[in-house]
């Protein structure tokens, strides 16, 4: 967003009545946020699935259930829906919706729009779909399994049995919006169910409403008249996209916003001491992994991976260029998650690496070619990577490229070692589970892209019925004794090499109170903060 813009908003809202600072700073009820928002491609909660975009979903649309941002660890909790009964054979899951709920048109919310909402998700088949149609949900059958009977019941017909757990945390992800179905198709076009306009535009009963977007520049959200819960004490909500770390720590310094996302670690160290400037950490749900395709023969050996696991120096990059910013973790579960495992087997041990390497199929290592993204944190982990890993007698090439060259690589099996980041697509943990440790079709005809275990041609088909049973068990203790099991074996025998979890730093001002990134679970909530 342009600085100008910025400006003529604090002058509209002084216009009517907000004194003029003595200083610089943004007005008591308006927040200013910086952040890169350069992913946005649209507000439809059937097709966004990028970070900005999320963040935007989660203050404009309820859903069924949802998290309560002061106390994320309570898991979901009811929302647009007052209640939900599942079935005895587990397969009909019957929601009784809540009274008093309304869009920001003034439409009240009905059973009938949450049919709409879903329906249409499936019908638009978008790439978040996949998170309602694991559950049996195609284009040719919702119209019999997405049904609300009356203006107060929701109920939806699933294809086999599921934990109930599982369902409704997929239900919380942003594709679970739930979209005012009247002002939508009134602007519909060409059959497209209001896809194009609400690309643009928004229609929920969150506590926001977007009045002006202004892609790779600013997000406008005002109020919504008509909300339901407690008047949120922000009236307004600016995001502005600023790339640089650097600019973005100069703007919070002179009080032109209000928060400070991307800032590097430099920058957070640089604020230390900084009057009227605060940094808050919160662990978010996003892995940072190495994993070895199981077609290359070195890779395929299990001494290779293990030294490669040993020779690795967690705490050291934790410490150094990632300090503050990731922790280790070594399970495919992020912590927070049920059924995360804090375990970590794998610390820097080049004697023990080496003997592992000796003891392996392929002791003099070979040539491995480590494919990663032009990013900076990426770059300086592979580099760390060449370095000790070479220690052993590993000759190591880096693969740089953007991230599409590196995914399309990645997806295609033709890579030997891959570097990256992985984030949950819902707070739950078969999110996790079903892609690291499931693959039921090994065959490159199968071309299941979205398995990283598939992109590794890593064969595994006693761990995928382990995570299928995972997924269809109700008892929470039981289900979350089932991951940790599945962790710990993942560890020891997988090609993945899962390394640290990030923590978001988030810089603001000193008065800024209950900013709530999301934790490991779900967005950033506006509606909560004061200052």
């Known amino acids: 967003m342009r600085k100008s813009f910025v400006a003529a908003v604090v002058a509209s809202l002084l216009s009517v009545g907000v004194a003029a600072p003595a200083v610089a700073e943004t007005?008591?009820?308006?927040?200013?946020?910086?952040?890169?928002?350069?992913?946005?491609?649209?507000?439809?909660?059937?097709?966004s699935f990028e970070f900005a975009g999320a963040d935007v979903s989660r203050n404009v649309y309820?859903?069924?259930?949802?998290?309560?941002?002061?106390?994320?660890?309570?898991?979901?909790q009811p929302q647009l829906a007052e209640s939900w009964e599942m079935s005895e054979d587990g397969r009909t899951l019957t929601f009784t919706m809540a009274e008093g709920h309304v869009f920001a048109s003034g439409n009240p919310v009905t059973a009938k729009d949450a049919e709409f909402s879903l329906r249409r998700a499936v019908q638009l088949n978008k790439t978040p779909s996949f998170i309602l149609t694991q559950f049996g949900f195609t284009p040719e059958n919702v119209e019999e399994t997405i049904v609300a009977p009356d203006d107060k019941t929701l109920v939806l017909t699933l294809d086999r049995p599921y934990a109930v757990s599982f369902v409704l945390n997929c239900l919380t992800a942003t594709i679970g919006g739930i979209v005012d179905m009247e002002t939508v198709m009134t602007n519909a076009e060409d059959g497209d169910m209001g896809n194009a306009w609400l690309r643009t535009n928004t229609a929920g009963s969150g506590p926001y409403k977007v009045v002006e977007w202004r892609p790779s520049e600013s997000v406008l959200m005002?109020?919504?008249?008509?909300?339901?819960?407690?008047t949120p004490a922000m009236e307004r909500v600016i995001v502005q996209h600023i790339q640089e770390?650097?600019?973005?720590?100069?703007?919070?310094?002179?009080?032109?916003?209000?928060?400070?996302?991307?800032?590097?670690?430099?920058?957070?160290?640089?604020?230390?001491?900084?009057?009227?400037?605060?940094?808050?950490?919160?662990?978010?749900?996003?892995?940072?992994?190495?994993?070895?395709?199981?077609?290359?023969?070195?890779?395929?050996?299990?001494?290779?991976?293990?030294?490669?696991?040993?020779?690795?120096?967690?705490?050291?990059?934790?410490?150094?260029?990632?300090?503050?910013?990731?922790?280790?973790?070594?399970?495919?579960?992020?912590?927070?998650?049920?059924?995360?495992?804090?375990?970590?087997p794998y610390s820097f041990d080049m004697e023990a690496a080496k003997a592992a390497l000796a003891e392996s199929d392929h002791p003099d290592c070979g040539p491995i070619k480590i494919s990663v993204r032009d990013a900076q944190e990426r770059l300086d982990i592979a580099q760390s990577l060449q370095n000790t890993w070479g220690q052993i007698g590993c000759e190591v090439e880096l693969i740089v490229g953007t991230g599409a060259q590196t995914l399309d690589r990645y997806r295609s099996r033709e890579h030997d070692v891959y570097l990256g980041s992985w984030g949950p697509d819902y707070p739950d943990p078969q999110t996790n589970a079903g892609t690291f440790a499931f693959n039921p079709d090994n065959s490159d005809a199968a071309g299941a892209t979205g398995i990283l275990a598939w992109r590794n041609a890593w064969h595994i088909p006693e761990m995928s019925k382990?995570?299928?049973?995972?997924?269809?068990?109700?008892?929470?203790d039981t289900r979350r004794e089932m991951y940790l099991d599945?962790?710990?074996?993942?560890?020891?025998?997988?090609?993945?090499?899962?390394?640290?979890?990030?923590?978001e730093q988030n810089a603001m001002g000193a008065t800024v109170e209950n900013f709530v990134a999301g934790g490991a679970t779900t967005a950033v909530s506006y509606w909560v903060i004061t200052k």
């Open 245 to 344: 770390s650097a600019t973005q720590r100069l703007q919070l310094e002179r009080g032109d916003v209000d928060v400070a996302r991307n800032l590097s670690p430099e920058d957070i160290a640089g604020l230390d001491g900084v009057e009227g400037v605060k940094v808050v950490d919160e662990l978010r749900g996003r892995l940072m992994y190495f994993a070895a395709n199981q077609k290359k023969d070195l890779l395929a050996d299990p001494g290779v991976i293990e030294a490669l696991k040993l020779a690795t120096d967690y705490e050291g990059m934790s410490g150094s260029f990632l300090r503050g910013q990731y922790t280790v973790h070594q399970a495919f579960l992020p912590r927070t998650f049920l059924g995360a495992l804090g375990e970590t």
């Open 27 to 47: 007005p008591p009820n308006m927040l200013v946020i910086a952040n890169r928002i350069d992913d946005i491609k649209t507000f439809d909660p059937a097709e």
């Open 62 to 76: 309820q859903r069924l259930v949802n998290f309560d941002p002061m106390d994320l660890e309570a898991g979901y």
């Open 466 to 476: 382990r995570t299928e049973a995972a997924v269809a068990e109700n008892d929470t």
């Open 222 to 230: 005002d109020l919504n008249p008509n909300y339901a819960g407690e």
């Open 486 to 503: 599945l962790q710990r074996d993942h560890q020891q025998v997988s090609p993945f090499g899962i390394m640290f979890q990030k923590i």
